[in-house]
Structures are given as C-alpha cells and as structure tokens.
C-alpha cells in the first residue's frame, strides 16, 4: 500500500503562514487524489483541501486562505496556510486515494501533523 509522510506543523501566531508536506511512497502512479483532513478537539475529522483530475476542492472555512499544490515529480502534495485562525488549530493528515493494479479502491493516511495557531 501507500506509505504517506507528513510535516511541516508547529506553533504560529494568528494571521501567520504555515506550510505542511506530504510525501507518498509505494505505488504512487495510482494515486489519483491527495487531500487534506483536520481533527480538532471534541469534533469529527473534515475535509479542508483535496486535489484531483486537476480540480482543487477547498472547505469554505479556508477559501481564500489555503492552496493546496501535488507536485508530481517528487510525489509530494503541500498545503499552503496562510492568515491563519485560532480556530484551524486541529491535528491535519494526509490522504491519498487510488486504485490497486486488481482495480480495487483504496486509500492511506498520514500520521498527522500537528498545527496551533494561538497568540
């Protein structure tokens, strides 16, 4: 299966920036959507950002403020945060979905990557 590194959380001020990585090994070549998820305190996971047949699908609450970018020579997608609220603090993972080469869909998560934005 598909393997998915992540990085990139910390500590940031609102209004900050902040960039998180996330690096797919495996059978990457069928990977046809990478995304993003949060999780915060006391709330169900949410989908913030996903990438797929070239169109990019962002949560209304980070319209404007995300990007969401899969660089396919390096099997990597970022997320892009900036102006940054208290309230996009939650653990973030990674997601990729794909099919297996006997067609069966499947998917792989990263191991999550912290971010706080508080003052």
């Known amino acids: 299966q598909v393997q998915l590194a992540e990085s990139g959380g910390g500590l940031v001020q609102p209004g900050g920036s902040l960039r998180l990585s996330c690096t797919a090994s495996?059978?990457?070549?069928?990977?046809?959507?990478m995304g993003w998820y949060r999780q915060a305190p006391g709330k169900e996971r949410e989908l913030v950002a996903s990438?797929?047949?070239?169109?990019?699908y962002y949560a209304d609450s980070v319209k404007g403020r995300f990007t969401i970018a899969w660089d396919n020579a390096k099997n990597t997608v970022y997320l892009q945060m900036n102006s940054l609220k208290p309230e996009d603090t939650a653990v973030y993972y990674c997601?990729?979905?794909?099919?297996?080469?006997?067609?069966?869909?499947?998917?792989?998560w990263g191991q999550g990557t912290q971010v706080t934005v508080s003052s």
């Open positions: 997601n990729a979905k794909y099919y297996r080469f006997s067609g069966v869909r499947a998917q792989s």
């Open positions: 495996g059978i990457a070549s069928n990977i046809d959507e």
């Open positions: 990438f797929t047949r070239g169109i990019a």
